[in-house]
């Protein structure tokens, strides 16, 4: 059997950063089931999930982006364009109908989500010998782990878990068709567990990092969303599986990349956090005390309340939603570039 693993740069890093996000979570609620399901998102818990981790993933884009001089130089005009762009369209968005406005991001955010563990596994399968079927079987296998959990989100409907704010997916009254998708979905993992048990007898080929990503797409989505619903399993599974895995992969990027004026040791990772914190503390100062008025006792005091003027209001909400909506949209060309040889690792 072959005994070379298509890894990026460093299994250590990777197999802790990038694949067991998505299975040590999971692990983490079964074993603690008592305490998962008895406690929402705390204050604590909001800090480390959305502030440290989901808010700050987002702000890793400009590392790989915006602050690498040859990269920015090349695509200036569309890394300007966008966020210009985006900025102008969320604000009549929000101003026309702000329940539209989070719905529709949402769908974004889901897409980007969902497109992320597709390009994952398309990283890890990269020197897999090219074969029509097998990859077919791969895609089906990973747009099932995330799709199928989303549908029966959307059918059977639950107000215990949302993405942005309450309500923001649509309810569709086909809970009728779940058990039929169920069975589709446990028919799909059948098929892709076939197929790699041939390709170890006839090809003697394991690809383990691949494997485990589709493995961890199951297990975090199934169990964030289908098997539990309550708005701290969904978060912790939901946010750490995209979260942490997307910077480590900026990160190797970056490793790769330099050509020795950046430090990526200690020194280098601690200051590529902290300035991602300190962006993500700052975004979310403005929101609490702006906007949400949700978490008092974590940021600096800004303002007596929230924002009433409407315009105001939605000025605001589109130039602090533009790093997220820029994220989501950059993303779909941000491994893309031809140009650069170390996009595609």
Same mark, same amino acid.
Request: charged share 15%.
């Given at each position: 059997m072959k005994t070379t693993q298509p890894w990026l740069a460093n299994p250590v890093i990777e197999s802790v950063f990038i694949i067991l996000p998505m299975i040590l979570p999971v692990a983490a609620v079964l074993i603690f089931r008592d305490y998962f399901t008895t406690h929402e998102v705390s204050t604590l818990w909001w800090v480390i999930l959305v502030l440290c981790i989901d808010v700050s993933h987002v702000y890793s884009t400009l590392f790989r982006l915006y602050w690498d001089r040859q990269t920015f130089q090349a695509h200036k005009r569309l890394l300007v364009i966008i966020p210009i762009v985006g900025f102008f369209i969320a604000i009549g968005m929000h101003l026309y109908d702000a329940m539209l406005f989070w719905r529709i991001l949402a769908y974004i955010a889901v897409f980007h989500f969902v497109r992320q563990q597709y390009g994952f596994m398309r990283l890890y399968? $990269?020197?897999?010998?090219? %074969?029509? /079927? $097998? %990859? @077919?079987? !791969?895609?089906?296998?990973?747009?099932?782990?995330?799709?199928?959990?989303?549908?029966? /989100?959307?059918? #059977?409907?639950?107000?215990?878990?949302? /993405?942005?704010?309450?309500? !923001?997916?649509? $309810?569709? %009254?086909? !809970? @009728?068709? !779940? @058990?039929?998708?169920?069975? @589709?979905?446990? #028919? #799909?993992?059948g098929i892709y567990v076939i197929k790699e048990l041939v390709m170890v007898v006839k090809l003697r080929s394991f690809n383990i990092p691949k494997n485990l990503i589709i493995a961890g797409t199951f297990l975090s989505w199934y169990f964030g969303i289908v098997a539990f619903q309550g708005d701290l399993i969904f978060t912790l599974l939901n946010v750490v599986a995209h979260g942490i895995p997307y910077m480590a992969l900026i990160w190797i990027y970056g490793a790769k990349k330099t050509s020795g004026s950046f430090t990526f040791g200690i020194k280098g990772a601690l200051t590529f956090v902290a300035v991602l914190l300190m962006l993500a503390y700052f975004e979310e100062n403005l929101w609490d005390n702006f906007v949400w008025n949700d978490h008092p006792g974590v940021f600096i005091p800004l303002a007596d309340g929230a924002i009433e003027n409407p315009y105001m209001l939605s000025c605001? #909400?589109?130039?602090?939603?533009?790093?997220?909506?820029?994220h989501y949209v950059l993303d779909g060309f941000i491994w893309r570039f031809s140009k650069d040889p170390h996009s595609r690792f």
């Open positions: 399968a $990269r020197k897999e010998t090219h %074969n029509k /079927w $097998r %990859n @077919s079987i !791969d895609a089906i296998a990973i747009y099932t782990a995330t799709l199928y959990p989303l549908l029966h /989100w959307h059918m #059977v409907g639950t107000d215990k878990i949302a /993405w942005f704010v309450k309500g !923001d997916f649509l $309810r569709i %009254n086909l !809970d @009728s068709y !779940d @058990s039929f998708l169920a069975a @589709s979905y446990y #028919v #799909v993992i605001l #909400v589109a130039l602090l939603i533009l790093p997220q909506v820029t």
